[in-house]
C-alpha cells in the first residue's frame, strides 16, 4: 500500500520560508515522477512542481519559479519542496502526489495523494 505523508507547513509571513516534507512508503520516489500541487480556498486544485523519474528534472509553475525548489532523498524516500520569499498568494493547502504525469509546465496529478498540508501566509 502507497502512503504519501506530508509535513512542514505553517503559519509565516510574507517573504518568509519554508520547507515541505513528503514521506513516501510502499514505493521508491525515484520509481515515479512526485509532484506538489496545492489549493487555495475556492479554487482549484493547480500545479505547482515536478521531478521526475528519470534523470531527476524539475519543472515548476510560473508562479513559482525561482522561489521554491523540488527535491528527493533516495535514501530517506522523501521528497521535499523548499519555499522562499513566500507571498499571501502561496496561502493553500499543499499536496504531495505520486506518479505525476505531463511535460514541461502542463502536469496532472497521478495516483496517489498525501493528505496535505496547510501553508498560510500573512501580509
Known amino acids: 500500500q502507497v502512503q504519501l505523508v506530508e509535513s512542514g507547513g505553517g503559519l509565516v509571513q510574507a517573504g518568509g520560508s519554508l520547507r515541505l516534507s513528503c514521506a513516501v512508503s510502499g514505493r521508491t520516489v525515484s520509481s515515479s515522477s512526485m509532484g506538489w500541487f496545492r489549493q487555495a480556498p475556492g479554487k482549484e486544485r493547480e500545479f505547482v512542481a515536478v521531478?521526475?523519474?528519470?534523470?531527476?528534472?524539475?519543472y515548476y509553475a510560473d508562479s513559482v519559479k525561482g522561489r521554491f525548489t523540488i527535491s528527493r532523498d533516495n535514501v530517506k524516500n522523501t521528497v521535499y519542496l523548499q519555499m522562499n520569499n513566500l507571498k499571501p498568494e502561496d496561502t493553500a493547502v499543499y499536496y504531495c502526489?505520486?506518479?505525476?504525469?505531463?511535460?514541461?509546465?502542463?502536469?496532472?496529478?497521478?495516483?496517489?495523494w498525501g493528505q496535505g498540508t496547510q501553508v498560510t501566509v500573512s501580509s
Open positions: 502526489n505520486g506518479e505525476t504525469h505531463g511535460y514541461g509546465n502542463k502536469w496532472s496529478g497521478g495516483n496517489y
Open positions: 521531478i521526475t523519474w528519470s534523470g531527476g528534472r524539475t
